[in-house]
């Protein structure tokens, strides 16, 4: 879409420019609650999530990472799509029926009536929600004049890793309740696009009515949405505090207070659910399993992920621009030996960049296999018969796709010592760390994903496309035209069968390249008190509340 969002963004921009002109609202106070997470744990009707980290931001579309989609879009926002519990069946949301053009290039959607968004931080909605949000939500990633596009650093990760300004032409509103999206050619998944956490839906009255009172940066830090909770507090670092949305349009849901106890350290979560201060934990140590298992008023809950953790290689650094190299420093690793120590169990060594759970999976496809000998032999070919130094970067903390980043890496440094590669390990913040290999500071980096909408192009597209160059999605920076034109291709195509020879191809052209190195497809696992009513691990890798109840 890049410049051009349709004449309608345009005149958007000046409906709510006046709007905004009209409204000078005095902003409220952010009322924090003083109750420990304790005493909330054993409260009716109030659910405690021990989370594992703190989240990047308040608003999806800047972000890339699930600890913040946890804590945002799936709990403050609404999508236009959304999935069946617990299926990859896309059903309504905030659209209740959808058309597609004969050519596959004019997705029409009629919105939901009704729909309210929160009255929070001083906003008192006076409309419900319609198509000018859903334009302006579009237009503020798309349009590089809007005036909201550079707050927060106007930069859009998904969007552009998904090519979304070239495919994007226009977001028009049709009339309150319809939109239409303007493709510039097919796109086999669009529409599970819509169900992505980057395109939850945000208020154009709540941003006209902060541009005018001088605060736009205030809508990134204090979200409004249509979502079942609203925010109460962020105490970054400690915890995050919701109350239930009476108004959504679901119906209100089963709690009233929604906490999220952030406790980084795995064995603390697992203790702190325990000791019955949170129902539910976030990614719990695979060697504290049979534990979690047998013990009384615990249940767990399990299922394959769609998700994938891998060892990134900077195309663009030093060595590293040889794919002999980096094939070397893949035939050094001992992967077995890094699933079986890290994931104790809880995870499948990967063959390729697809997890076995998306339907474009490719068993026949084989990555190096451990031979050191091998590996010093195609570095001396490679013209670095003594070896070389880099850095192996590391997260500090558990993600669904890597229980523990830090013991991956210590195993990947000795396997390379063993071959002359001395690898020097290094850390930052998880937030940090998004924006340091977004940049392609790194030689190496451990990196992973789960999946979003349940096509293998959230994979092979957003992961690896050129568009995707410089941003946290593909930071191995690979751009290769004929591995672009190959999944470019299977996106126009409606055909599964047809997409799926194409996704072969990409897939056999990625592990010649070799732009990072597949480790593993880790299980999803949810501890929980057996007091948890409703919970189902959604088919993507997120945490969600909106229909769980307690006793």
Request: aromatic share 10%; hydrophobic share 45%.
């Amino acid at each position: 879409m890049g410049d051009n969002v349709g004449d309608d963004a345009a005149n958007m921009r000046g409906r709510w420019r006046a709007a905004a002109a009209r409204m000078a609202l005095p902003a409220l106070l952010l009322a924090l609650l003083a109750a420990s997470t304790a005493p909330l744990a054993a409260a009716a009707h109030t659910l405690v999530f021990c989370s594992e980290g703190n989240p990047s931001g308040m608003q999806p579309a800047l972000q890339v990472d699930g600890t913040t989609f946890d804590a945002s879009s799936r709990t403050i926002y609404d999508r236009l799509l959304d999935f069946k519990p617990g299926t990859d069946e896309i059903t309504p949301a905030l659209a209740t029926a959808w058309q597609v053009s004969a050519d596959g290039l004019v997705y029409t959607l009629q919105l939901r009536r009704g729909v309210r968004f929160q009255r929070n931080f001083g906003f008192v909605p006076t409309r419900e929600f319609d198509a000018d949000d859903v334009v302006f939500t579009f237009a503020r990633m798309a349009d590089a004049r809007h005036p909201y596009h550079a707050v927060s650093g106007g930069a859009y990760p998904y969007y552009a890793g998904m090519e979304l300004p070239r495919l994007l032409r226009a977001v028009r509103r049709v009339d309150a309740h319809t939109v239409r999206f303007e493709l510039s050619q097919p796109n086999a998944a669009f529409l599970a696009d819509l169900t992505m956490d980057f395109a939850s839906i945000v208020s154009a009255e709540y941003a006209a009515q902060l541009l005018a009172e001088d605060r736009a940066q205030d809508f990134d830090l204090k979200p409004v949405g249509t979502g079942p909770f609203e925010l109460v507090a962020w105490e970054p670092g400690a915890q995050l505090r919701y109350r239930a949305f009476a108004d959504h349009w679901r119906g209100r849901p089963a709690i009233d207070r929604l906490v999220f106890a952030i406790t980084p350290d795995a064995s603390v979560r697992w203790a702190r659910l325990r000791a019955g201060e949170c129902h539910l934990m976030a990614m719990p140590n695979p060697s504290d399993l049979r534990s979690i298992e047998s013990t009384p008023g615990i249940a767990v809950q399990r299922k394959p992920g769609m998700n994938i953790a891998y060892l990134a290689f900077n195309t663009e650094r030093g060595p590293l621009r040889d794919r002999r190299v980096r094939r070397a420093l893949a035939l050094a690793i001992d992967r077995d030996a890094l699933v079986s120590a890290v994931y104790q169990g809880a995870a499948v060594v990967a063959h390729g960049p697809l997890p076995p759970t998306l339907w474009a999976y490719d068993p026949t496809l084989r990555l190096p296999r451990f031979d050191p000998v091998a590996a010093r032999r195609m570095l001396a070919d490679a013209g670095y018969p003594k070896g070389f130094s880099l850095t192996l970067w590391a997260f500090p903390n558990s993600r669904p796709y890597l229980p523990s980043a830090r013991r991956a890496a210590e195993m990947i440094q000795a396997d390379w010592e063993r071959v002359g590669v001395h690898a020097s390990i290094k850390t930052y913040e998880w937030a940090e760390y998004l924006r340091r290999v977004g940049r392609g500071e790194h030689d190496a980096a451990l990196y992973g994903w789960s999946g979003d909408n349940g096509d293998p192009d959230n994979f092979l597209g957003t992961l690896l496309s050129c568009g995707g160059v410089h941003t946290p999605q593909n930071i191995a920076e690979y751009c290769d035209r004929n591995y672009q034109e190959l999944i470019d291709g299977a996106l126009t195509r409606s055909d599964r069968a047809t997409r799926r020879a194409l996704y072969a191809q990409a897939q056999r052209r990625f592990v010649d390249d070799l732009p990072w190195l597949p480790l593993a497809h880790a299980q999803i696992v949810v501890p929980m008190s057996t007091r948890v009513r409703g919970y189902t691990i959604p088919v993507v890798d997120v945490h969600e509340f909106g229909r769980v109840g307690v006793d």
